[in-house]
């Protein structure tokens, strides 16, 4: 992470129009932080209810995309995957016009981002900007976000030191590729860090011995992540993420980690930690 780019939340800039559209598990908490910090966001989400919390607190609830982004300087989109930017995209691109920066905060991969850069028309900017962090991370402005589309413009740059500490990744889609790999590393040493009780298990060893040791060693940050408790990431936009990334590279590894998270659809909305329960109950 750039120490120089380190959030300071001293100071969230000048106020802008912003259209936000996605409102999950990330979404919502982005937007309320950037509703919060001052600036006037209109929101919008394919299940229009989400948008309650948010219109109740001020922010502007908008009935269609097209509408959310009318007039704003900067729109920007958290959604679940490729198939989603892409159908949000067809609605949008009409409605926005010279001058707005479209920030792209989903985990979608460069390709996505580099195909909805060939649609923009002329005098619309694009940045990739997924993040890495939580729901808890999301609601306070300490995220990780990975930026794409280097050098930033001023508004664009604004916003995101509002959301968190800015790595400037390169050109165009180099955030989106570096977010598949942080992210698949994350997803993966989860399973590692499952796999590794199961055998102490196996062994007769106590599981909290087994823990406490690992997380003296390289795998700390995927033993945290395991027994997370504040975060939400879905079990289904994990495998989501992994067939992201085996879709570049023969990933064996990976590809048994997709394996085990899909091996159970009744988890497919529960957080990537109950991996650990999965693995540890098959065995």
Same mark, same amino acid.
């Given at each position: 992470?750039d120490a120089?780019a380190?959030?300071?939340h ?17 979404g919502?908490p ?6 919060d910090?001052?600036h006037?966001?209109t929101?919008w989400n394919?299940?229009a209810?989400?948008t309650a919390p948010?219109?109740?607190a001020?922010a502007?609830a908008a ?6 982004v009318?007039?704003?300087e900067?729109v920007?989109?958290m959604?679940a995957d ?19 920066h479209?920030i792209?905060t ?14 923009l ?5 694009l ?8 729901v ?7 995220l ?9 413009p001023?508004?664009?740059?604004t ?5 968190g ?5 390169g050109?165009l889609?180099s955030?989106a ?14 399973g *590692?860090?499952? !796999?590794? &009780? %199961?055998? =102490?298990?196996?062994l #007769?060893?106590? /599981?909290? *011995?087994v823990? !406490?040791? &690992? %997380?003296? =060693?390289?795998?700390? #940050?995927?033993? /945290?992540?395991?027994?997370a !408790?504040?975060s ?7 495998a ?15 590809e048994a980690?997709?394996?085990?998270l899909?091996?159970?659809?009744e ?8 991996i ?8």
């Open positions: 992470m120089a380190k959030n300071t001293e100071d969230a800039g000048p106020a802008r129009k912003i259209a936000f559209l996605g409102l999950g598990h990330m919502a982005m937007a309320r932080h950037l509703h910090r001052g006037a966001v929101v394919r299940t209810a989400k948010l219109a109740a001020g502007t009935a269609t995309p097209a509408e959310a009318r007039g704003a900067l920007i989109t959604l490729p198939a989603a930017l892409r159908a949000v995209a067809h609605e949008v691109l009409p409605a926005v016009g010279p001058g707005t479209w792209d989903s985990t979608v991969g460069p390709e996505q981002v580099r195909e909805l850069a060939a649609l028309p002329a005098g619309v900017t940045t990739d900007a997924p993040v890495m962090g939580s808890d991370r999301a609601a306070t402005g300490d990780w976000v990975l930026a794409g589309g280097t050098p930033l001023g508004p664009v740059r916003v995101l030191d509002t959301l500490a800015v790595t400037e990744c050109p889609g955030g590729a570096l977010k598949l790999v942080l992210i698949n590393a994350v997803v993966g040493g989860v *590692l860090v499952a !796999e590794a &009780l %199961a055998l =102490g298990g196996a #007769g060893l106590p /599981a909290g *011995l823990r !406490e040791q &690992l %997380a003296k =060693g390289p795998l700390a #940050g995927a033993v /945290a992540r395991a027994f !408790e504040g939400h990431f879905p079990v289904a936009l994990a989501k993420d992994v067939a992201l990334a085996t879709a570049h590279a023969p990933l064996p590894i990976l980690v997709r394996a085990t899909e091996a159970r659809p988890l497919a909305g529960q957080d990537l930690s109950r650990r329960h999965q693995v540890l109950s098959s065995r």
